[in-house]
């Protein structure tokens, strides 16, 4: 599995891929003990996502790329209810914003990633 220098150190970090914020950082030993750092971090619905990726594919964007993407802002309703990501860390007042009023699902599903490849 190749990684980045920058990922040695820090663990795995997410950045948006068109402007490259960082949304959430994974330590190494994360998978372990937890920890890490959510940023910005968020799931949409699927259909908004694929429109997102009209553009190009990707694998994150931030809200702000994301919406200039799909061209309108987004709103609670484009939110997973299932995702835990939406529901937890350290999010942005623009994010909390978009996702206010979004009701979580019962339960709700830990996202879990394989890093790219790079
Ligand atoms: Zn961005």
Redesign the pocket.
């Known amino acids: 599995m190749a990684r980045s220098k920058v990922a040695r150190i820090w663990g795995t970090v997410f950045p948006?891929?068109?402007?490259?914020?960082v949304l959430a950082v994974r330590p190494d030993w994360g998978a372990l003990f937890g920890g890490g750092r959510d940023g910005d971090w968020f799931m949409v619905k699927d259909h908004v996502w694929r429109r997102s990726q009209r553009d190009g594919e990707c694998r994150f964007?931030?809200v702000?790329?994301?919406e200039h993407r799909i061209g309108r802002k987004l709103s609670a309703d484009d939110f997973r209810r299932s995702a835990k990501a939406n529901f937890v860390g350290k999010k942005s007042a623009k994010l909390r914003r978009r996702i206010r009023g979004l009701k979580p699902a019962k339960r709700l599903v830990e996202t879990t990633f394989t890093p790219w490849r790079s």
């Open positions: 948006c891929a068109d402007c490259n914020t964007l931030c702000e790329c994301l």
